[in-house]
């Protein structure tokens, strides 16, 4: 059974740093782009970052260029988001999903998800 569970959210002040993990269990990550999305309350879920199978090419959102960078080791079937300069606008729950597909920011592209970990930026 596919499992992606993330971790590393948090309570952090604006201009913070936080970095989450997306863990893979049950299936290896190596075929599989991952995307991280984002929910903010009485919002759609929207796509944050992404990252291809072999870590080649990676995308972002607008609204968080420059503040984030996605990696993965595929050794510890592990990817990362680190998250800079966080904004109270930032403040989500955070979710990442896989794809046997190529990378995409529309959520109806990736069938496997985690549970999602909660970002709260405030003072």
């Known amino acids: 059974q596919l499992q992606l569970v993330e971790s590393g959210g948090g309570l952090v002040q604006p201009g913070g740093s936080l970095r989450l993990s997306c863990a893979a269990s049950?299936?290896?990550?190596?075929?599989?782009?991952i995307g991280w999305f984002r929910q903010a309350p009485g919002k759609e879920r929207e796509g944050v970052s992404c990252i291809s199978s072999n870590g080649d090419s990676t995308n972002y959102a607008d609204s968080v260029k420059g503040r984030r960078t996605i990696s993965r080791d595929n050794a510890k079937n592990t990817v990362y988001l680190q998250m800079n300069s966080l904004k109270p606008e930032d403040t989500a729950v955070y979710y990442c999903?896989?794809?046997?597909?190529?990378?995409?920011?529309?959520?109806?592209?990736?069938?496997?998800w985690g549970q999602g970990t909660q970002v709260t930026v405030s003072s």
């Open positions: 999903a896989a794809t046997l597909k190529y990378c995409s920011r529309y959520a109806t592209d990736f069938g496997s």
């Open positions: 049950g299936f290896t990550l190596d075929y599989y782009a």
